[in-house]
C-alpha cells in the first residue's frame, strides 16, 4: 500500500474533494497505525494478515461493531477491547471508512 505522499495527486484530490480522508490518515485518526503498520507484525497484528481473514467490508464493521468475535490473534484481543469500545462509539460511516482502509492492504 502506497502512503498518502506517493498517492497520484488526481486521486487524493478526488479524496479531498469528497471529503474523504486518506486511508492511512483514517487508520491513524482513530488510533489503528499505533499497534497496526502495513505490512509487519507488531503489537497487534498487521493491515495486511487482517485484511486476509475478513471477505468483507461487512464483516469487519461487525468486528468494529463488537459484533464478532476476533478472526486475528483471538489469544490477544484482550488487548484490543478498549479499542473495540472506541469503534463501537464511532458512526457506521466512520466503521465503513476504517474497514474499507484496512482491506485496502490486501495483497495483490
Known amino acids: ?3 498518502t505522499a506517493t498517492l497520484p495527486t488526481a486521486l487524493l484530490a478526488a479524496w479531498l474533494l469528497v471529503g474523504c480522508e486518506a486511508p492511512d490518515t483514517v487508520l491513524a485518526k ?7 503498520t502495513p505490512s509487519t507484525e507488531g503489537l497487534g497484528p498487521s ?3 487482517i485484511s486476509t481473514h475478513y471477505s468483507s467490508r461487512e464483516e469487519l464493521v461487525q468486528f ?3 459484533k ?10 484482550e488487548a484490543m477491547k478498549p479499542m ?3 469503534t ?3 458512526t457506521p460511516e466512520e466503521r465503513t471508512r476504517i474497514a474499507e482502509a484496512i482491506l485496502r492492504h490486501r495483497a495483490g
Not at 30 to 36: A, I, K, L, R
Not at 68 to 77: H, K, L, N, T, Y
Request: include cysteine; proline fraction near 6%.
Open 30 to 36: 482513530h488510533g489503528c497505525s499505533s499497534c497496526h
Open 64 to 66: 468494529l461493531e463488537g
Open 88 to 90: 463501537r462509539a464511532l
Open 47 to 49: 493491515l495486511r494478515l
Open 1 to 3: 500500500m502506497k502512503d
Open 84 to 86: 473495540v469500545e472506541k
Open 68 to 77: 464478532s468475535a476476533p478472526r486475528v490473534s483471538p489469544e490477544g484481543f
